[in-house]
């Protein structure tokens, strides 16, 4: 069984991740980039007029080897969600639940709602260089929020009675009335549309993302399944 999970997870996240991170390059980094040179002050923003301070262009190396760090660190991360989605799969699976590439798309949704949108609707992707709390504070609610949007999802998913889903809406309200950490004041050089842009493309991009993992990883899940099968 462990066997089974883990190469599920290990093909399942890495091509996931993989194409996750290709977007994020296409979609993604530009934006950040943009942000970057009114943060470093290459770029002023004011009075809707953009004044260039001469940006000094980085070398090709600097960007090449940024990307493939981006591209191996998205892959990790999207395999460490997948190991974990598989997991829960095989507890699903063994409750009597049926786990395939189609209803993977559905654990995909739930795994963007718990770890992008939940967090994300309160404490929304940020651009570099805007005003913000405490990391520590900002981690802490962050990671409560993923838990209890999770075990909200895990209960409107296989819930049998109304008591599961009165439970998995406060789970789903309790971070957002208590509220995520915010910075006294809101100041920042970076222009609002950016930012905007910035927080749709990383909603967007997680959606994609998080459907591919739920998709790949049932498809793998069975696949393996079956291999095992045919094998024992």
């Given at each position: 069984m462990f066997s089974r999970i883990l190469t599920s997870a290990l093909f399942?996240?890495?091509?996931?991740?993989?194409?996750?991170?290709l977007l994020q390059l296409v979609f993604v980094q530009p934006v950040l980039l943009h942000a970057e040179l009114y943060e470093s002050g290459e770029l002023i923003?004011?009075?809707?007029?953009?004044?260039?301070?001469?940006?000094?262009?980085?070398g090709m190396f600097s960007d090449l080897q940024r990307d493939a760090l981006s591209i191996v660190f998205t892959m990790l991360t999207?395999?460490?969600?997948?190991l974990i989605v598989v997991a829960l799969m095989s507890i699903a699976e063994g409750q009597g639940h049926k786990v395939d590439g189609r209803t993977g798309?559905?654990?995909?949704?739930?795994?963007?709602?718990?770890?992008?949108?939940?967090?994300?609707?309160?404490?929304?992707?940020?651009v570099p260089g805007v005003a913000a709390a405490d990391v520590f504070a900002r981690q802490i609610w962050w990671f409560a929020t993923v838990a209890t949007a999770a075990v909200a999802m895990w209960l409107i998913?296989?819930?049998?009675?109304?008591?599961?889903?009165?439970?998995?809406?406060?789970?789903?309200?309790?971070p957002h009335i208590i509220g995520a950490p915010e910075p006294e004041f809101f100041t920042g050089p970076v222009p609002t549309e950016i930012g905007a842009l910035f927080a749709a493309r990383a909603f967007g991009i997680g959606l994609a993302a998080w459907v591919l993992v739920g998709s790949f990883a049932g498809y793998f899940w069975q696949k393996e399944a079956k291999h095992a099968e045919a094998h024992a």
């Amino acid at each position: 069984m462990f066997s089974r999970i883990l190469t599920s997870a290990l093909f399942a996240g890495a091509a996931a991740g993989l194409i996750a991170a290709l977007l994020q390059l296409v979609f993604v980094q530009p934006v950040l980039l943009h942000a970057e040179l009114y943060e470093s002050g290459e770029l002023i923003h004011f009075g809707g007029a953009a004044v260039t301070a001469h940006p000094e262009l980085p070398g090709m190396f600097s960007d090449l080897q940024r990307d493939a760090l981006s591209i191996v660190f998205t892959m990790l991360t999207y395999t460490g969600y997948t190991l974990i989605v598989v997991a829960l799969m095989s507890i699903a699976e063994g409750q009597g639940h049926k786990v395939d590439g189609r209803t993977g798309v559905l654990w995909g949704l739930a795994g963007f709602v718990a770890v992008h949108f939940a967090p994300g609707f309160t404490l929304a992707p940020e651009v570099p260089g805007v005003a913000a709390a405490d990391v520590f504070a900002r981690q802490i609610w962050w990671f409560a929020t993923v838990a209890t949007a999770a075990v909200a999802m895990w209960l409107i998913a296989f819930g049998s009675n109304l008591i599961s889903y009165v439970i998995a809406a406060v789970l789903l309200m309790a971070p957002h009335i208590i509220g995520a950490p915010e910075p006294e004041f809101f100041t920042g050089p970076v222009p609002t549309e950016i930012g905007a842009l910035f927080a749709a493309r990383a909603f967007g991009i997680g959606l994609a993302a998080w459907v591919l993992v739920g998709s790949f990883a049932g498809y793998f899940w069975q696949k393996e399944a079956k291999h095992a099968e045919a094998h024992a």
